[in-house]
């Protein structure tokens, strides 16, 4: 603890003189990097438009009010599309990310030199490119549609199922395995009795996690034409029908805090 | 004597210990999977049609074209490295009052209620959306993309913030407070020093979270790699696009290796 004497009181500081400059230091480097990107980004900046947004946000909020609460005769279906998007996208990507993550854990991978960073790229590729990307590609290749959505969410998740799973593999308890090996059970004997049922809470878990995680993404994946919701968002945007765009928000904001609150439950119950 | 087979045999116990609810879930989801497919429109010949572009798209990644769109591939990840930093910063700046503000152990309840329902919104809705909206309120480039992204970053620090000062140990707060520090200086000596090392680890974590996500806002109009990425896809440049694919790749893990390490160095 820094602590000066002079004239006879003593005074206590936070840091010495050398952390004192080292922290004043950062904070001088941190603010510069932070203005000159500021100036950047400010010179593409129309300053009217941003001047001009309170009063455009307020215009904005009047207009969003009250909802058209009729227009949800049609969202029904789009709700459902969401839903579904997320579902059949996730249930894609832990069918496929449980393999994946066999043969990326160190203690189960075939050939650690070969398979196992085939698998590692496998995995940081799906989880780089986020679901509105992959559904941009996909829109490209294999046309709009919920399809497309479904592909998005389901190679985006990939990634993030089978990084949790294969970590969760590396942590098991190896006496259960040996326990099992020591009666002469084969490979997938071993694997079906002393490691799977070690990460199924597990897997479960991460399956619900991405799940409550995939509603909220492929509520935006219509922007670009991959089904759901946000396909009437941006075409009620386009239409300038604000009150149809505030029930939507709202339709979001709902379906997101429900699916939130059942995966809580889900994984409360599971582990 | 005992007559009765000796021969036992062992199965394995269902993950799923009560057969309703097993079955239940089977049953379930059988039926909701029919209804899927029932009511899913899917064009296949659509489909069909795109697997030869599909093919066009995974050759155009040997090699891809990184040097026709040199210019416009430099200036779109640099546009989006800006946007991540400042919005970082200011979303974390921002982050700071509210969380303070959504600590229950810290302010008054009308103030509490209020902040966490401005978490609560921010953190509900997707960047994208509120990126949408911004283009609409400040036209469209980068500064759109800066505040959607702030926006994000506000919730997710906020609430860690909030979380990590219920959770601090209350003595250190308390010994401060009777030295009869004020409140500024309280939180500066008792508070600050006991969240800010997990609060540097998550603030790099987001830094990490917002290049990602800034790679994507200018899908919408709000500057960015994501929107030479859409140029290239709406031109049919594939091999462009590959490249700009492989750039983003290249740099988030980069991005993700480099702050996982300064978090374990902070730690």
Redesign the interface.
């Known amino acids: 603890m820094p602590v000066t004497e002079t004239a006879g009181t003593r005074l206590w500081k936070?840091r010495d003189r050398k952390a004192q400059l080292t922290v004043w230091a950062i904070q001088l480097g941190?603010l510069m990097?932070?203005s000159y990107?500021?100036s950047?980004?400010s010179e593409?900046?129309?300053w009217e438009?941003?001047y001009d947004?309170p009063t455009?946000?307020g215009d904005?909020a009047s207009r969003m009010v009250p909802p058209a609460w009729d227009y949800m005769d049609k969202l029904w279906l789009a709700v459902?599309d969401t839903i579904?998007i997320a579902?059949?996208g996730t249930l894609m990507a832990v069918v496929l990310a449980f393999p994946i993550a066999f043969l990326a854990a160190r203690n189960t991978t075939p050939s650690k030199v070969f398979i196992r960073p085939i698998a590692l790229f496998i995995i940081?590729?799906s989880?780089?490119?986020?679901s509105?990307?992959w559904a941009?590609?996909l829109v490209?290749?294999?046309?709009p549609?919920?399809?497309a959505g479904v592909l998005a969410i389901g190679f985006r998740s990939i990634g993030f199922c089978a990084k949790l799973l294969y970590e969760a593999i590396e942590e098991i308890d190896v006496s259960q395995v040996e326990a099992v090996t020591a009666t002469g059970a084969t490979g997938p004997q071993i694997l079906?009795?002393g490691i799977v049922?070690q990460i199924?809470p597990a897997f479960?878990g991460i399956s619900v996690f991405r799940w409550d995680i995939n509603i909220?993404?492929s509520?935006?994946l219509g922007?670009?034409g991959a089904g759901g919701i946000g396909l009437q968002?941006?075409a009620s945007?386009n239409n300038v029908a604000w009150t149809q765009v505030s029930l939507i928000?709202l339709v979001?904001?709902g379906t997101?805090?429900v699916s939130e609150w059942v995966s809580a439950k889900v994984r409360h119950a599971i582990i | 004597m005992n007559t009765v087979t000796t021969h036992r045999s062992w199965k394995k116990q269902p993950f799923i210990k009560s057969p309703l609810l097993r079955w239940g879930l089977v049953v379930g989801g059988a039926f909701y999977l029919a209804l899927v497919f029932g009511t899913m429109d899917v064009n296949w010949g659509r489909v069909a049609d795109g697997i030869p572009r599909g093919q066009r798209f995974l050759s155009s990644f040997f090699p891809p074209d990184f040097t026709s769109r040199a210019t416009d591939i430099f200036d779109g990840i640099l546009e989006s490295m800006w946007i991540t930093i400042i919005s970082t910063v200011v979303g974390i700046l921002l982050s700071i009052p509210v969380g303070l503000g959504a600590a229950r152990n810290l302010s008054p309840r009308p103030v509490y209620l209020f902040s966490r329902a401005v978490l609560a919104v921010s953190r509900t809705f997707p960047e994208i959306i509120i990126a949408l909206f911004a283009v609409k309120l400040f036209g469209f480039g980068p500064f759109a993309g800066f505040i959607a992204l702030s926006v994000g970053t506000i919730g997710f620090y906020g609430k860690l913030l909030a979380e990590d000062i219920e959770d601090m140990d209350t003595s250190q707060a308390e010994a401060v407070k009777a030295t009869g520090a004020s409140w500024f200086q309280w939180l500066n000596y008792a508070v600050q020093p006991q969240v800010m090392p997990r609060m540097i680890g998550l603030g790099m974590y987001r830094l990490d979270i917002n290049f990602r996500e800034s790679a994507v806002v200018g899908i919408v109009g709000g500057g960015g790699i994501g929107a030479t990425l859409l140029t290239s896809f709406d031109r049919y440049e594939f091999d462009s696009a590959a490249a700009i694919l492989l750039v983003i790749i290249f740099i988030v893990m980069g991005v993700e290796y480099s702050s996982s390490y300064i978090r374990k160095w902070v730690q």
């Not at chain 1, 989880?127 to 986020?130: M, Q, V």
């Not at chain 1, 490209?140 to 046309?143: A, D, H, L, N, P």
């Open positions: 936070r941190c990097v932070f990107c500021w950047l980004v593409k900046t129309i438009f941003v947004a455009q946000a904005m459902w579904n579902t059949l940081v590729s989880r780089s490119i986020n509105l990307l941009l590609m490209t290749i294999i046309g549609g919920v399809l079906h009795y049922p199924l479960a909220r993404e509520t935006v922007l670009v968002l941006s945007i928000l979001v904001l997101v805090i």
